[in-house]
């Protein structure tokens, strides 16, 4: 085992890595800009060292400064969490020629399922089934709009070298193609470096199921089980669960056994998820692989009892898989809920501030996985995601309610956040029912509850300004002393 690693991240994930090394007996060394200096992973972590950028990102990018902070500071292994440089193959390749070992993947692994089309292409080579559409990458729009037509509307444009999102547009006739494919490249340059698309045809509105999956460099591979993430707002996760409401035993094992397959056919080692799209006849296909720990991966902590950050360490430092494929059982049911900095009364727009009181919830079944404390500054220079929520219990009903029960109980004073929306979603007739899919917030979810949510809030705050002015007003408040000492102090005091 690892005496030391640097976790080349920050916030929630990097306190979440920091304490799996910790129980590990492992050392851990954080990274921080400036701007991150009083967050608690820095406090959290063994040792720390600063980040020397123009811009906060990047510092967190730096691949040199990065690999030259793990040398001084002793580390024999970095872990890359999640987001900046957890699926860059260069990074990797770098850690494993500077001598230190990266906690994931093998750079080629991250190269082929990094790459939309190189992906595609393996995992139809291997048997994996995968939504039509192109396998090669398109620059050129007059091709692209030919394939369009023979694949058939509607069809969605993908940034063929990254994903979350950006560089995605819905193409639902050839009058809207040009404008989408043309807007698409654009921001797939911007966020990517590459304007290369790829097309798909479009599932309408399928459910979001994932497969994790995690493998040794032995050759032991085991899946454990799925995630719906079918919540999304922006094709941005919100809500989690596991297991899924649509999934059986028997596609519960099909599915994980078509992702190990996948995973094996890239040479895969380390924790890994197959994202798959689910349609209403309960057909799957390949949408892409997340070559990283994801950020939902506690809810299936929850329900296998599998610590997936310190299996990742155990296995980089060449230990076998502790466990079999039949070790594992899904007992009960988790979901996990996204706090995000970002106002859900207006448009759910991004916001800044600093956290002046902090009140996280607790109780049986409840775990919050957090990057901030009271006094923390939340700024402009990274996303939103402040903490996750995650409840355990013994059914999905069970659940539902312990996770309404720990969003109405949470408070984050000085900035607004996600929480009353997923108060929201717990109340959804759709979301309790279990009959939901990736299209929930455009077609289903009901806005006016969050009006009526806001109406209440205000009147609940304008409630207890007037309550607090009236208790001033009618309390009787003492008078001040004419003598000079108290009566108290004259009485106590000894003589001399």
């Given at each position: 085992?690892?005496?030391?690693?640097?976790?080349?991240?920050?916030?929630?994930?990097?306190?979440?890595?920091?304490?799996?090394?910790?129980?590990?007996?492992?050392?851990?060394?954080?990274?921080?800009?400036?701007?991150?200096?009083?967050?608690?992973?820095?406090?959290?972590?063994?040792y720390a060292y600063q980040l020397v950028s123009d811009t906060p990102k990047q510092g967190y990018l730096d691949i040199n400064q990065i690999i030259e902070i793990a040398k001084k500071s002793g580390a024999e292994a970095i872990h890359p969490g999640y987001g900046f440089l957890s699926e860059n193959a260069k990074f990797s390749k770098a850690v494993s020629d500077s001598g230190l070992k990266f906690i994931g993947p093998k750079p080629h692994a991250i190269e082929v399922m990094g790459s939309k089309t190189k992906a595609r292409e393996l995992m139809a080579k291997a048997g994996v089934p995968i939504v039509p559409g192109t396998q090669e990458k398109i620059i050129d729009m007059k091709i692209a709009y030919q394939i369009a037509e023979e694949i058939g509307y509607p069809i969605l444009l993908k940034a063929s070298a990254g994903g979350g999102g950006k560089g995605m547009r819905r193409v639902g006739s050839k009058d809207e193609f040009q404008s989408a494919f043309e807007a698409a490249q654009r921001e797939s340059l911007k966020a990517f470096g590459d304007d290369s698309i790829y097309i798909e045809k479009l599932i309408e509105n399928p459910r979001h199921i994932e497969i994790q999956i995690i493998g040794d460099e032995h050759g032991n591979y085991v899946h454990l089980g799925e995630r719906d993430c079918s919540i999304q707002r922006r094709h941005?996760?919100?809500?989690?669960?596991?297991?899924?409401?649509?999934?059986?035993?028997?596609?519960?094992n099909k599915m994980g056994e078509v992702a190990i397959n996948a995973a094996k056919a890239c040479g895969y080692v380390n924790a890994g998820t197959i994202e798959f799209l689910f349609d209403t006849n309960k057909n799957f296909y390949f949408l892409e692989m997340n070559t990283r720990l994801q950020v939902e991966h506690p809810i299936t902590e929850m329900v296998t009892n599998v610590d997936l950050a310190k299996e990742q360490i155990r296995i980089a430092a060449g230990e076998k898989l502790s466990f079999k494929q039949e070790d594992i059982a899904w007992v009960g049911h988790s979901i996990e809920c996204r706090i995000n900095a970002e106002d859900p009364f207006n448009n759910f727009m991004p916001v800044t501030g600093v956290v002046n009181y902090l009140r996280e919830p607790g109780g049986r079944g409840v775990r919050v996985d957090s990057g901030i404390e009271n006094g923390s500054e939340i700024t402009i220079h990274f996303d939103s995601l402040l903490a996750k929520l995650v409840i355990y219990g013994r059914n999905r009903t069970e659940a539902i309610s312990r996770m309404k029960r720990a969003l109405s109980h949470y408070r984050i004073k000085g900035l607004k956040t996600s929480v009353p929306f997923e108060l929201a979603v717990m109340d959804s007739p759709e979301f309790v029912n279990g009959n939901y899919n990736t299209g929930f917030i455009e077609n289903n979810f009901d806005f006016n509850r969050l009006k009526e949510m806001k109406k209440e809030y205000e009147e609940m705050v304008a409630a207890i300004a007037a309550y607090s002015y009236n208790l001033l007003r009618s309390s009787k408040l003492p008078k001040p002393s004419k003598e000079k000492s108290s009566k108290w102090k004259l009485s106590a005091r000894v003589e001399r």
């Open positions: 085992m690892f005496k030391r690693i640097l976790v080349a991240n920050r916030g929630e994930i990097a306190v979440r890595i920091i304490r799996a090394a910790k129980d590990l007996g492992v050392d851990s060394v954080a990274i921080y800009h400036e701007v991150d200096k009083g967050m608690p992973y820095v406090h959290y972590a063994d941005q996760k919100v809500i989690e669960e596991a297991p899924s409401t649509v999934l059986d035993s028997g596609l519960r």
